[in-house]
Antibody
Framework: QITLKESGPTLVKPTQTLTLTCTFS??????????VGWIRQPPGKALEWLAL???????RYSPSLNSRLTITKDTSKNQVVLKMTNMDPVDTATYFC???????????WGQGTLVTVSS | AIQLTQSPSSLSASVGDRVTITCRAS??????LAWYQQKPGKAPKLLIY???TLETGVPLRFSGSESGTDFTLTISSLQPEDFATYYC?????????FGGGTKVEIK
């Protein structure tokens, strides 16, 4: 059974760096073809893809946020970490991590974590 | 980036209605399109991938089709639990993109 869970701060101040951790079980991020992605959703708005890391450490980023994002993995802990620098109130959103199903879809999602950016 | 334009942005329908949602891609995406259902306060749930392949456990009243760069999600007979927001997403080219969503409301 595949599960993912996001963790991190619920409130960050503008200009701070956000660090979110996705802890997963039921699969290994060393298995060929497997990936973990991050997606966010501002309140009342649509989903936005942020980043994805693959089993072979290939990393992909949203071009609009590329300079602010870093995605890493720790296979020994079954974790994927997303860092986003220079947070702004417009970054207020629920952040989800999700299992990449062979580059076809995200078939398992975490419950999401709401991050509010405010001074 | 490939843009996905969903229509309509919202619709009202009754239980038992046939519902069709369209997602138009700004360029060819080789059928690598997924559909998700999202209920308030919940994570999206995968319904269909590869444009028309039903995810395991998803009811058969959901189906997907494509015609060129136009993709369609159809619910053959709307059930009470289907009232939600639906998103399309392409996995063909980076950056990955989602449609703007279609909210299906009770009429």
């Amino acid at each position: 059974q595949i599960t993912l869970k996001e963790s991190g701060p619920t409130l960050v101040k503008p200009t701070q760096t956000l660090t979110l951790t996705c802890t997963f079980s039921g699969f290994a991020l060393t298995t060929s073809g497997v990936g973990v992605g991050w997606i966010r959703q501002p309140p009342g708005k649509a989903l936005e893809w942020l980043a994805l890391i693959y089993w072979d450490d290939d990393k992909r980023y949203s071009p609009s946020l590329n300079s602010r994002l870093t995605i890493t993995k720790d296979t020994s802990k079954n974790q994927v970490v997303l860092k986003m620098t220079n947070m702004d109130p417009v970054d207020t959103a629920t952040y989800f991590c999700a299992h990449d199903y062979g580059d076809y879809a995200f078939n398992y999602w975490g419950q999401g974590t709401l991050v509010t950016v405010s001074s | 980036a490939i843009q996905l334009t969903q229509s309509p942005s919202s619709l009202s329908a009754s239980v038992g209605d046939r519902v069709t949602i369209t997602c138009r891609a700004s360029q060819g995406i080789s059928s690598v399109l997924a559909w998700y259902q999202q209920k308030p306060g919940k994570a999206p749930k995968l319904l269909i991938y590869d444009a028309s392949t039903l995810e395991t456990g998803v009811p058969l009243r959901f189906s997907g089709s494509e015609s060129g760069t136009d993709f369609t999600l159809t619910i053959s007979s709307l059930q009470p639990e289907d009232f939600a927001t639906y998103y399309c997403q392409q996995f063909s080219k980076y950056p990955l993109t989602f449609g703007g969503g279609t909210k299906v409301e009770i009429k």
